[in-house]
């Protein structure tokens, strides 16, 4: 077994932010109240999915530059699973906006971006589908994926600051450091953030290494007949 | 495609001319950016896929993939923007006209203009390379061109109610910006893609 450290680590850390994301100390603050033990899982989730995706425009470049498939195997499932977490992030954005906004989807900018950025990697993956030949399919793919994140990042962190966003950050409300202060709150929030960029990461591993498989076995058919 | 702006404008005209007060300013504006966008979409969509496969060959050895992007950007902002002012016009003679500030108004437009023709440029030429690439067009380029929508939006609709210059600085920086990102981008990405 190598290098199987990180994945004990990923579990301890997961456990870790979930029992202390249950039962640790809290601020009170009015409002959110209780809810704010969400940051842990909502804000986490959603810093985890822009490093992912980061990570994934990386792999991108590199592929640009060097050509190797293995390269765009690593993108690909890195924004599968970065859309994964997007979609949980939204999940449960919602449920904490039901209780504190009174409204599961208010016509937030953040939360409308938010669902645009999720259609544009949504559509990276259907632009994946779409091409028979594999190089052909990774360079096209990755120069849409760069694009992608740079179109990503003004859209979930430019623009809401911009307009008024229920959002901390925007329109007025202080941004996110500023009562982030607590240092109960980021015992448990950056831990979670690691956690879930590895719990992502280990997703992403599985499935590469099953891509790598099914080539070397379609290739075995291919030499075979 | 002036003809295509025409026809649809003419449309919305005969849609709406049952109830014609009931077109607010808001209403006026999305409509005509609405218009504009699907007008940029199916205008620029060509740019790429009609161009023959002995054509390509010819550009590719005559010139540099940095060229022929930067020149594809600049003829279809020239198109975006004829289009867009010849639409504009036909669309204020039919549909009235309640811009209070003109010189914002086409600055918006030209801003505009160029921004639509940078993206959709960019994804045209990776659809072209795709089999099903009409499909693919409308589906990679809407979420894209989303922000960049609303902010003309935005922008447009203080053009309208005649705000003064310094409440709009934010939304042309920004439009500005936008647009210069995606232009570097394009000049950098479309080497990789012209290559295939």
Known sequence: MRKIWWKILCIVIIFYVIIMGLMGPVPRLPIINESIRNTYFHVALWFAMTILLFTSMIFSIKYLNKGLIKDDDVASELAKSAIFFGILGCLTGSTWANYTWGDPWPNDPKLNGAAIGILIYLAYLLLRSSFEDEQRKARISSVYNIFAFAVFVPIIYILPRLTDSLHPGSGGNSTFGSYDIDNDIRKVLYPAVIGYVLLGLWFAELRIRMKIINRVREEQVASNR | ?196
């Open chain 2, 1 to 196: 495609m002036l003809l295509y702006v025409v026809s649809t404008v003419f449309v919305c005209y005969l849609s709406f001319n049952l109830r014609r007060n009931q077109l607010t300013p808001i209403v006026w504006n999305t409509l005509f950016w609405i218009i504009l966008l699907f007008t940029a979409v199916n205008a620029i969509a060509k740019s790429f896929s009609q161009e023959r496969y002995g054509r390509l060959l010819y550009y590719y050895n005559l010139c540099s993939p940095q060229a022929i992007i930067i020149s594809k950007i600049v003829y279809n902002s020239f198109i975006m923007l004829l289009l867009s002012t010849f639409g504009f016009i036909f669309y204020a003679f039919v549909m009235g006209n309640p811009v209070g500030d003109m010189g914002l108004f086409s600055i918006c437009m030209l801003l505009a203009a160029i921004g639509f023709a940078s993206v959709l440029t960019l994804v045209a030429g990776i659809a072209s390379k795709a089999d099903n690439s009409a499909t693919l067009m409308a589906v990679l380029s809407f979420p894209i061109i989303i922000p960049m929508l609303l902010m003309t939006i935005r922008l447009a609709k203080n053009a309208l109610d005649g705000l003064d210059w310094s409440v709009s600085t934010d939304e042309i920086s920004t439009l500005l910006s936008i647009d210069l990102i995606v232009i570097t981008l394009s000049y950098l990405l479309f080497p990789y893609l012209w290559r295939s």
